[in-house]
């Protein structure tokens, strides 16, 4: 059975780039063996989105408002669409994930 995994991305608009990464990262995770459910999300949604669900991680490219984090991981994605520090990020997103499951 797949471990799941519920993803939040945040970006400037909540459309493209979080689109992007949340795929990015549902590739790398269910490589790993993972059922990944993502959602995409604007800064100022963020908020509103923790309220509503419990998020295993956020991943996001544009600034966001740790205040309102609630204790949910959250983890800088930029590199993820830079092709830069992609293998930093999945061995940080799995290790959270571990913890979490």
Known sequence: MAKKAKILTVCGSGIVTSSMIANKISEMLEEEGYDVTAMESNPSELETYLLRDKYDLIAYASPIDESCLNG??????????????EDEFKEKALEILANRQ
């Open 72 to 85: 949910t991981p959250a983890l800088p994605a930029i590199g993820l669409l830079t092709g830069r520090g």
